[in-house]
């Protein structure tokens, strides 16, 4: 006769097999979304505005060359500035007034100016600023390049960022809990903080290879603007690989902590058992 506990042990096993898979899945899905999660904080810190505004000023002043553009107008902008009135930038492609106390810093002063902000104009407006001027740059491959990766760094850009960021985030968090929904004892905590460790530890090896391809495209490329664009994407890449080191780290010590601390507990109730039972 099949009795009920008969039926229990015989289903035992195949329910073992299914919870050990559950939990490899949910290992798996749970280091997937955190590594999602920290590149959107990656791509939310590189969108803000103090940062973007840094990477797209150094990609305006490489393609619009600011630095030749105020060597070519310098004896010109000295002249206005005489007159006080705030200066026209003649001949650059975005309309910009320039304040003649700005001179006293000399060149190098002006152009960093004049670059910081286009590019605050850039994130506020997007390409449009660039792309609406006398010098049409979408139809030049310069323009292009541009448009497609700094000019991606705005206000928007950082909006989109955030609202993935919180997405990926909640269901990093849910995961987790649920991860840790099938383990018992301190491994409620280890095992999602291995996997969150996985996660963050698959993504910076990935990029920090990205980082050194890009660096390998500066050093072969021939165009100086090209140049420019691949090593900023390598600073770029160089946050995300710092992030990503700091979640993969502090997941590897939560998960080695969990473990240390469940073999001390296994050690003490040893000892507690052979205590109660007269052993040594």
Known sequence: MITRSTLRRSGAPGDSAWRRWALFISILLTAAVSAMAVLFVTAAQLTSRATAQHYVARAVDSLLEVDQFVANVWPALQSAADEGDPIPLVGYPVPLQLDPSGLAGGPDAVADAIAATTASL???????????????????????AFDGTIG????????VATVALIVSGSFAILLAM?????????NRVGTPGFAIGLGAALLWLVATLVRASFEG???TTADPF????????????????????IVALAGGVVAASSVAGGGLLRVVETRGRR?????P
């Open 122 to 144: 850039i994130y506020d407006d997007g390409f449009e600023v660039l792309a609406e001027s006398r010098q049409v740059f979408r139809l030049v491959s310069r323009g292009g």
């Open 152 to 159: 991606r760094l705005t206000s928007g850009g950082h909006e």
């Open 275 to 279: 205590q109660a039972g007269g052993q």
């Open 178 to 186: 649920a991860t840790a929904a099938q383990v018992r004892g301190l």
């Open 217 to 219: 495209r500066a050093e």
């Open 226 to 245: 090209a140049a420019d664009l691949w090593l900023i994407a390598a600073d770029a890449a160089s946050l995300l690989v710092r992030n990503a080191a």
